[in-house]
Structures are given as structure tokens and as C-alpha cells.
């Protein structure tokens, strides 16, 4: 596990795969127990200038003592989020998998940056090649900040149960959700950034949403 997580984050770095295999097995031999286990761990954090935020100071306490695999940035300031990144990666013995939720760009978390439009928008486009470029752009600011893997594209279906449309979801046929999704994805790696797609897929059939809960359905199995 700790192998595949490490190879994941030099993968993103450097496209020589042995170079990168090679280097990955001679860090793991390398590591403690203690440091393999905090490997497995991405640590949220938030990138305000609030001084009485104590999360930085915590994430460099993670970073130093128990040797945490990443950071996964919540919101905040773009400025102030590459000066973090770059302080902890400074102080990280090993590189850090820097992760964030941006489906709509920058701008989904980050204030004075670009936002795009939602994913329930983009199904509108009848080109999927747009979606590729907007991934592409996204991709490319994310390096920029030197995010490694975006928590997106929104790969719900939307199912016409009389809850009313939420904007993250593509629409409601599933090939046209899978091909957005995966336009998007695409556009992301060509710029050498990680995508991940997410979410409870029946969208608009959860009774209670899956974030800290248990989603309960109101359809019938055989549309699952």
C-alpha cells in the first residue's frame, strides 16, 4: 500500500516510471513503521490568514512527528495556499500529496480566482471536448498551485424521483454522465494532475446524504 501511494505521487512528478519505481522501493526500505502508518493519512487543512487558526500549526506537527502522507486543502486564499504548500513540503522528509475538491476550478474554494460553471451546466454542452478543455485549464492552474490530485469530476446520475436537481450532476443519462466525466478526467492528466471521480452516483434517490450518515434509497434495487 504504502508503495502504491508513494509511486502515485511521483507519477504525478516525473514521467520516467522506472526511474520513479526504483525510487519508490529504495524509500519504503527505508521507512519506519511509525512512518509507513502516517503515510496512509491526508490531513485537511484550510488556507485563511486567520491567527487564531491553529490547523497550520497542527498540519506541521503531523508533518514532523508522525510523517502524514498529504495535505488536503479545504478553502481559503490562493496566495496564502502555495506559501503553505510550500512550507510543508519543506519540512516534509518526503514528498506530500497535496489534494484538494475543485469541479469547478479554482474558484470552487479558493476566493479571487476563476470559477467554472457547475457540472449540471457543462451536461448542457453538446461538445464533450469543451469539458475536455475546461479540465485541461483546471489541470493546469492546479499544478500551478502544486495540487497533485483534484477530488472531482461529480459522476452522479441524476434520477427523476421528485427531489429537486442539485448542480453536481451532469444529467440524468448515464452515457452522457460517464463520457463528461471522463473528458474531464482526461483534460486533467494531460496536464500530469490526478483526477478522482466522486459521489453517491443515484443522485437525487439518498434520503439522507452519505456524508457521515448511511444513505438510505428511495428506489427500487433494480435501478441500482
Given amino acids: 500500500m504504502i508503495r502504491k501511494i508513494l ?3 511521483w507519477f504525478a512528478l516525473i514521467p520516467c516510471c522506472v526511474a520513479a519505481q526504483h525510487w519508490v522501493d529504495s524509500l519504503c526500505n527505508t521507512l519506519t513503521v511509525e512512518a509507513k502508518i502516517g503515510q496512509l493519512f491526508i490531513m485537511p487543512v484550510r488556507s485563511t490568514y486567520d491567527s487564531k ?3 497550520v500549526e497542527n498540519i506541521k506537527t503531523q508533518i514532523s512527528q508522525y510523517h502524514i502522507g498529504g495535505v488536503l486543502f479545504t478553502g481559503g486564499h490562493a496566495v496564502r495556499q502555495a506559501t503553505l504548500t510550500n512550507q510543508f513540503q519543506r519540512l516534509s522528509s518526503l514528498p506530500l500529496l497535496v489534494a484538494q475538491e475543485l ?3 479554482l ?7 476563476l470559477r467554472f460553471p457547475d457540472a449540471l451546466a457543462l451536461g ?5 471536448s469543451l469539458v475536455y478543455q475546461l479540465g485541461k485549464e483546471t489541470g493546469r492552474q492546479m499544478k500551478a498551485l502544486g495540487v ?3 477530488f472531482a469530476p461529480y459522476a452522479n446520475v441524476w434520477q427523476r424521483t421528485g427531489a429537486p ?7 440524468s443519462n448515464p452515457a452522457m454522465v460517464g463520457n463528461k466525466a471522463v473528458a474531464f478526467f482526461k483534460g486533467m492528466r494531460e496536464q ?3 483526477a478522482c471521480a466522486k459521489n453517491f452516483y443515484v443522485s437525487g434517490a439518498a434520503i439522507m446524504g452519505g456524508h457521515g450518515e448511511v444513505p438510505l434509497l428511495s428506489v427500487d434495487t433494480a435501478l441500482i
Fill in 103 to 105: 469541479p469547478a476550478g
Fill in 148 to 150: 497533485h490530485i483534484n
Fill in 192 to 194: 500530469g494532475v490526478m
Fill in 165 to 171: 436537481a442539485n448542480v453536481h450532476t451532469f444529467g
Fill in 53 to 55: 487558526d491553529e490547523s
Fill in 107 to 113: 474558484g470552487t474554494q479558493l476566493d479571487s480566482t
Fill in 124 to 128: 448542457a454542452l453538446a461538445h464533450d
Fill in 7 to 9: 509511486a502515485i505521487i
